[in-house]
């Protein structure tokens, strides 16, 4: 499944760009091409969330939940439902908006302490929020053509799932096959364990060096006070000692 998800998002971030690179052409002329990918995609999403195992149950809920959308979409779009471009473009900024504000996670939101898998997931779901937002503006600002909007929308929804398909772990029948596929998988949180571990082992020399230094800074600024309380005694005993001859 996890493959299928992979051949499906490749083959959704083609079409893209095949819509970019006829972005001049008026949306109706590529409807059934985006249709048709859009439910496809659709069928197989849903099909991925009822079969695939999650590590995290609400990802399987997540991905049908996006498979039904893009299916009612492409369904929409694939009848010849949507007769001009403005359309278009404002049902594809919806589900943009959409889909880029439910994918957020508060837990991914601190860019600095998450790994480099959570950070790339973070920047597609802040460009696919970001690019849905102007979408709805676009009459007003550049006014770029809505097939070439359109396939940068199918590149960017591409590039999610194409990142979230190796999430994915498979599900098959077979005492053997499922512990070889459970040791796959351990195999690859035990990677991205030392990976972690690995990261917060720099974090930790890192803060070992800043704390020497703060160390050797105080240390150093205690020998300036120390000498000038020498300095300050020993001019007090010269005075004493002219005073008293």
Sequence with gaps: MRTLMLIASVAMIGSGIFCVANGSAAFLTVAFIIGLVYCVMGLIEIFIGVRADFDVTENAASITKDGAIMLIFGFVIITGQ??????????????????????????????????????????????????????????????????????????????????????????????????EEKLQEALEEEKRALAKAKEGIREQ??????????????????????????????????KDQNSAE
Excluded at 104 to 133: K, P
Excluded at 135 to 146: D, I, K
Excluded at 210 to 232: G, H
């Design 82 to 179: 949507i007769t001009n471009d403005t359309t278009a473009e404002m049902l594809i900024a919806m589900w943009l908006v959409v889909e880029g504000v439910l994918a957020f996670n508060r837990g991914r939101v601190d860019f600095i302490n998450i790994t480099t898998e959570e950070r790339v997931n973070l920047i597609i779901n802040l460009l696919m929020l970001g690019f849905g937002v102007y979408m709805f503006f676009n009459l007003a600002l550049f006014n770029f053509p809505a097939t070439l909007l359109v396939g940068i929308s199918m590149i960017i929804l591409g590039l999610r799932r194409f990142l979230q398909s190796f999430n994915i772990e498979y599900n098959r029948p077979g005492f053997i096959t499922g512990n």
């Design 205 to 238: 020399k890192n803060a070992q060096r800043r704390i020497r230094k703060i160390r050797e800074d105080i240390a150093a600024e205690q020998d300036v006070l120390n000498s000038a309380a020498i300095r300050r005694q020993e001019r007090a005993l010269e």
